[in-house]
């Protein structure tokens, strides 16, 4: 009887705030509301960091598996949005640990219609995202994460090799190859935009 009474808690699905208190309490409809409205910015952070639409959709729904489970401890004084890329992005980047898949698959810019930039990612900037992604998708798989752990998702290059499990010489050679392979490939394919790379730390 409890768990049925819970399940029926009632939520308002333009109250943000009702909507994961009803998820806390194990609202099927309510996490089916989260999980859709925050479906296509989770779906972007995967597709950056995998290889694959199946690698991604895994990813994913670990993700929000992840997400759901967590819920109870988050805190709504901080953004939501960055609450659950922190989660997404940690997801994927154990993902990688796991299968180390060290394979050049490419991944269409279809699946990017969706990509999402906070404000702080001034350098990639809503003109340049799809020109910039599809070059970024075109480097080896370590240098594409390593690159989009530091320049898109803010990790400090010892960070990175924390979560990598590899030093930091490594890390920080993986780095600036990926950026001067970007370089180059900006150079060739869109020379108006070369120059934003240098931009970055």
Same mark, same amino acid.
Request: one cysteine or more.
């Given at each position: ?17 009702s909507v994961v208190?009803?998820? /806390? ?64 992005v940690n997801t ?30 001034? /350098? ?10 599809? /070059? ?34 490594? /890390? ?11 370089r180059e490939r ?16």
């Open positions: 009887m409890m768990n049925s009474f819970i399940h029926r808690i009632l939520f308002d699905p333009h109250n943000f705030q208190q009803a998820c /806390v309490a194990g609202n099927r409809s309510a996490q089916r509301e989260l999980f859709k409205k925050y479906f296509s910015y989770g779906k972007s952070i995967c597709f950056r960091y995998t290889a694959s639409p199946e690698e991604a959709e895994e990813v994913l729904n670990e993700g929000f598996l992840k997400v759901f489970n967590n819920l109870g401890k988050y805190d709504p004084d901080y953004p939501f949005k960055a609450w659950l890329r922190t989660i997404m994927a980047i154990s993902h990688y640990r796991k299968t180390r898949k060290y394979n050049d698959a490419w991944v269409s810019l279809d699946h990017f219609s969706d990509f999402d930039l906070d404000d702080s990612d001034d /350098v990639l900037n809503q003109t340049a995202t799809q020109e910039i992604l599809q /070059v970024i998708q075109q480097l080896r798989p370590i240098y594409r994460t390593v690159f989009l752990m530091n320049a898109v998702d803010g990790y400090a290059l010892n960070e990175i090799s924390e979560l990598l499990n590899m030093n930091n010489a490594t /890390v920080r050679s993986h780095y600036f190859r990926a950026r001067q392979e970007l900006l150079a060739q394919e869109y020379p108006h935009l070369s120059g934003r790379i240098g931009q970055m730390n």
